[in-house]
């Protein structure tokens, strides 16, 4: 089944500086990909997603990117705030079955001031 | 409009008790997911509603797990017997249609079997 790694699995930046998260995916198959913040104590919360029919999608100052080739896609933030420390997921699924995403261990942001 | 809803938001039982959790999904969407979310780890699905028919029930981790869908809406996930390794959020997820959209979460039970 598919299988997804993210990394690395705690980063901390400096307000203002850029943040980016690393996923890979094993199945081929997989078509969409989303990703999720989830502060302490807080459901998920969809901020971004792309599907396999395009390499680059931004909204804002977050962004993402797939390389179908290589089985990764990886989030960008740029001009990070304190707002941003949460704990981010990525994850997967493909059109054949359920859908059910596959999730990442999810990497843990803090933006310092 | 509404989100997601789910109950209890804690849950404290002794090991042995059966417990129920249910979701309230988004009027009208038809896909519900049910996902478990340990300590300091990522979401683990457990299993997948279209209208009231289940799938996909790969991901439940023993047979004192079931859950059912009445009404193409409400959705109920039982553990029988629970046991301290069960202590986890449970979190359902609704979606559209299935098939690749976006799925809105609830804000999850959290479940601590003593």
């Known amino acids: 089944g598919e299988n997804v790694e993210q990394h690395p699995s705690t980063l901390s930046v400096q307000e203002g500086d850029s943040a980016v998260i690393k996923c890979t995916y094993s199945?081929?198959?997989?078509?969409?990909f989303p990703w999720y913040k989830q502060e302490l104590g807080k459901r998920p919360q969809l901020i971004i997603d792309?599907?396999?029919?395009?390499g680059e999608k931004k909204d804002q100052r977050i962004a993402v990117t797939l390389n179908k080739t290589a089985k990764h896609f990886s989030l960008h933030i740029t001009e990070t705030q304190p707002e941003d420390s949460a704990v981010y997921f990525c994850?997967?699924?493909?059109?054949?079955?359920?859908?059910?995403?596959?999730f990442g261990k999810g990497m843990k942001l803090t933006v310092n001031p | 409009g509404a989100g997601v809803s789910q109950s209890p938001s804690n849950k404290v039982t002794e090991k042995g008790k059966d417990v129920e959790l249910r979701c309230d999904p988004i009027?009208?969407?038809?896909?519900l997911y049910w996902y478990r979310q340990s300590l300091g780890q990522g979401l683990e699905f457990l299993i997948y509603?279209?209208?009231?028919?289940?799938?996909?029930k790969s991901g439940l981790p023993s047979d004192r797990f079931s859950a059912e869908r009445t009404g193409g809406s409400v959705s109920t996930l039982t553990i029988q017997r629970t046991q301290q390794e069960d202590s986890a959020v449970y979190l359902c997820?609704?979606?559209?249609?299935?098939?690749?959209?976006?799925?809105?979460f609830g804000p999850g039970t959290r479940l601590t079997v003593t």
């Open positions: 509603f279209q209208g009231n028919s289940a799938p996909d």
């Open positions: 792309i599907r396999s029919n395009v």
């Open positions: 199945d081929s198959a997989s078509n969409y």
């Open positions: 009027s009208g969407h038809t896909a």
């Open positions: 997820a609704s979606s559209p249609v299935g098939g690749a959209y976006e799925q809105y």
């Open positions: 994850a997967a699924s493909k059109p054949a079955g359920s859908e059910k995403l596959v």
